[in-house]
C-alpha cells in the first residue's frame, strides 16, 4: 500500500524514530478518528506558522523575543553557548543556570563539511562584540564529542582577544558512574578538570 509506506517512509525521517517506531505511528493514523487527524493536521500547521527563531539568542520562539531573553531577572552579561535548541531545554531543567544563551543549530564538522558559516556562529560573534551586550563571560555548553571540540575551537579563537572570560562546561565521571567502567577520554577529562576540594 502506497499511502501506507509513504507514511511510514516520512515518519521514519523524524530523528530518532527506527522502521517499527515509524510503523506504530503510521498504523495510529490509519486507526485515529477524522476529527483526531484533522487536529492533528490542524497543530502541525499553527506550530509551522507560528513558531520561529529569536533574534537575539536563536532559541525557538512564538513571538519576538524568547521568554528569556526577555526576562529582566536573568544576568545577561553571561551566555551559555549551546548546539541545539533541546539543549536550552536540558540546562534550564537543572534550575541551575541564570543567563541567557546563543543556540547555533549544529557544530562545526569538518569530517561532515559543515562549516563554522553553516551554524550561527557569525552570530555569535556579532553579539559578543557588539558594545551595548557587552558579557562579561561566554560558557562554552557544547557536545563533548570532535565536532564540539572543533567549535570550541573555532569560537575561542574568534574570541580571545575579545576580553570575555571563555569557559566550558566539566565532564568527566558522572554522579553513580563507576569509575572501572569509564572510557579513557571521560576519565582523562575528569582528571584534567578536577577542582579543589
Known amino acids: 500500500m502506497k499511502a501506507l509506506d509513504d507514511l511510514i517512509t516520512a515518519f521514519r525521517r523524524f530523528p530518532g524514530v527506527g522502521p517499527k517506531q515509524a510503523e506504530r505511528f503510521a498504523l495510529y493514523v490509519v486507526r485515529a478518528s477524522g476529527p ?17 527563531y529569536c533574534p537575539e539568542c536563536w532559541n525557538y520562539t512564538e513571538k519576538g523575543l524568547c ?71 561566554i560558557i562554552l555548553a557544547l557536545n563533548p564529542d570532535a565536532d564540539g571540540e572543533a567549535t570550541s575551537i573555532y569560537i575561542t579563537n574568534a574570541l580571545k582577544s575579545s576580553g570575555v572570560k571563555l569557559t566550558r562546561l566539566a565532564c568527566g565521571v558522572p554522579l553513580g558512574g563507576d569509575i572501572d567502567y569509564m572510557d579513557e577520554v571521560t576519565l582523562s577529562c575528569a582528571l584534567r578538570g578536577r577542582t579543589v576540594i
Do not use: M, W
Open 67 to 137: 521568554s528569556i531573553c526577555s526576562d529582566s531577572t536573568r544576568d545577561h552579561s553571561v551566555i551559555c553557548v549551546v548546539e541545539h535548541p533541546q539543549d536550552v531545554a536540558a540546562i534550564e531543567k537543572s534550575k541551575t543556570f541564570n543567563g541567557i544563551y546563543h543556540v547555533l543549530h549544529g557544530a562545526v564538522s569538518p569530517l561532515s563539511g559543515v562549516s563554522s558559516s553553516q551554524i550561527k556562529f557569525n552570530e555569535l560573534i556579532e553579539r559578543v562584540r557588539n558594545p551595548q551586550i557587552k558579557p562579561r563571560e
Open 36 to 52: 483526531e487527524i484533522d487536529r492533528l493536521a490542524d497543530i502541525l500547521h499553527i506550530v509551522k506558522e507560528s513558531v520561529g
